[in-house]
């Protein structure tokens, strides 16, 4: 990782900066993938405001949240771009779980129907 960021700057801060932020996204990018997963589903049956509305919770708690870790406001420590690797996982999760959430209740909705009409 270090061979490759270092092929967009010389200074050694920025390149050390960079790794640190893409090993913790990496380090929990499953939360990423199964969020694209569920959304890629949900638009390949013709549903897609659900992806525009985990997308849409997923940004708008890195924002508030990057805010918040990297100045360390509201007694939270300032963290800098750990705060902001951090706040962008955080906004992953919160994705994640909504695109959990409306998966596992279409899938209860479509086997209670399916169910209660088998003959």
Do not use: R
């Not at 801060?13 to 969020?35: K, P, V």
């Not at 509305?53 to 939270?76: D, K, P, S, V, Y």
């Not at 994705?95 to 899938?107: F, S």
Request: proline fraction near 2%.
């Amino acid at each position: 990782m270090l061979l490759f960021l270092s092929q967009f700057t010389l200074d050694l801060t920025i390149t050390q900066l960079g790794y640190d932020y893409a090993f913790i996204i990496i380090l929990f990018s499953f939360f990423l993938l199964f969020e694209l997963a569920i959304e890629n589903t949900f638009v390949a049956t013709g549903k897609t405001v659900l992806p525009m509305l985990t997308q849409g919770l997923g940004a708008i708690t890195n924002i508030i949240l990057e805010t918040i870790l990297i100045f360390g406001l509201f007694g939270f420590p300032a963290m800098g771009v750990h705060g902001a690797a951090i706040a962008t996982v955080i906004g992953q999760i919160a994705g994640m779980g909504l695109a959990g959430i409306v998966c596992l209740v279409e899938a209860l909705m479509f086997c209670h129907y399916h169910c209660n009409n088998v003959k």
